[in-house]
């Protein structure tokens, strides 16, 4: 991560804070756990959610199979812009999560393995969480995978308590890491098994 996306990140933040959540973009060790979370056999598409300035893309470039499918879905065109810049070799999406179903027919793809997560579901409303979760259902197959993270400092909030039911709600198997300490602020993220 250049360190001259930090401004476009917190700029992008001032603006819509709703959206981005965060302050800054996560560390590479946040981005290098979480993406290592996943086990990458069989795995021949993967999404990213809410890809930002790009600090889980190019961990995620590094890990799948060339002739594997990834698409970016970011919501920010100043973000999509950047990502498309600083990707070429990467399907960017300026879209919402929540139209998950159509952004993957229009790339014509039916069924993903994997989706790896950056969105803030912590600032987000309960029918937005749920909006989003029952679109990813549509795409995200039987024992597809999915990687999210949170900030420790919430954790012990209802919200984030709702969240982590919520979870355990759509998905079989969830479980969740240890704490990240070389991100700000400190996160965890859990892994979950459709
Ligand atoms: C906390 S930032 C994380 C950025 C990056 N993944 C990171 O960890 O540094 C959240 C990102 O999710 C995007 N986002 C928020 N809601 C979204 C939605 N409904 N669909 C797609 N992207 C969304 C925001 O624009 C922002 O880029």
């Known amino acids: 991560m250049k360190n001259k996306y930090y401004a476009k990140f917190f700029r992008e933040f001032l603006s819509r804070p709703r959206a981005v959540g965060a302050l800054l973009p996560s560390s ?30 190019g961990q995620i470039i590094q890990q799948i199979s060339p002739d594997s499918r990834f698409l970016a ?17 990467a399907t960017i999406c300026n879209g919402n999560v929540a139209d998950v179903e159509s952004i ?40 597809g995978q999915f990687v999210t993270f949170g900030y420790l400092q919430g954790l012990l909030l209802p919200a984030a308590r709702r969240f982590r039911r919520r979870l355990e709600k759509y998905f079989s198997n969830v479980e969740a890491s240890s704490p990240v300490w070389s991100n700000f602020p400190p996160a965890i993220y859990y892994h979950c098994r459709r």
């Open 28 to 57: 590479p060790q946040l981005a290098k756990r979480m993406v290592n979370s996943i086990d990458w056999n069989d795995v021949e598409v993967t999404l990213e959610y809410g890809p930002g300035t790009g600090a889980f893309t």
């Open 73 to 89: 879905i970011e919501l920010s065109p100043q973000f999509a812009q950047l990502l498309a810049t600083q990707f070429p070799q």
């Open 104 to 143: 993957c027919a229009q790339h014509d793809i039916g069924q993903v393995d994997a989706i790896v997560s950056g969105l803030p579901w912590a600032v987000f409303h309960d029918q937005d969480q749920e909006r989003y979760l029952d679109a990813m259902m549509t795409v995200l197959r039987k024992r």
